[in-house]
């Protein structure tokens, strides 16, 4: 069936680098695509989204690229700190039916 | 805003009992989701409602399951009979319909049956 899912399940990154979470889908229609980050013991929090029609979107610290052409989503994290360690979640939204990811943890070291 | 309450934070029961799973969504959202955290199936939607109608329930995983709301303010989620099985997290969330930046999670129930 259809689903959205990551291609690396951890990612460790210096404090200060950037760090490049990856996701690939296969649903075409979904309206959005949608990055979260849980934090242990706390439910998912938005980071950013991207509409489906729309290639790049930045936030603070952080840049969503959208790849239709090979069905790809990445979250970028400039300087990351080491509160930005967490598990990030793609997800896509088709309707009011929001579809997650597995998940990658990210792991930043002092 | 105290955010979407989930209510218990930890639950541990027998198999066999009945478990009641409760949630105030954020004032004002009108949509309300159900989802189930495992290490295995990752992050599962089990049920959403819109204005207070289910709208969606091909996540609930059988019979044993149900969910309410029986108004805007309020939802639960039971199990009846429990069985080890359901072990997970479970997350209620709410967003104002068409609103991507507005889905808003709890903080879970753990839910743990032996």
Known sequence: GESVGLHLPTLSVQEGDNSIINCAYSNSASDYFIWYKQESGKGPQFIIDIRSNMDKRQGQRVTVLLNKTVKHLSLQIAATQPGDSAVYFCAELKGSRLTFGEGTQLTVNP | DAGVIQSPRH????????????????SGHNSLFWYRQTMMRGLELLIYFNNNVPIDDSGMP???FSAKMPNASFSTLKIQPSEPRDSAVYFCASSLRDRVSGYTFGSGTRLTVV
């Open chain 2, 11 to 26: 639950e541990v029961t027998e198999m066999g009992q009945e478990v009641t799973l409760r949630c105030k969504p954020i």
């Open chain 2, 62 to 64: 059988e019979d044993r």
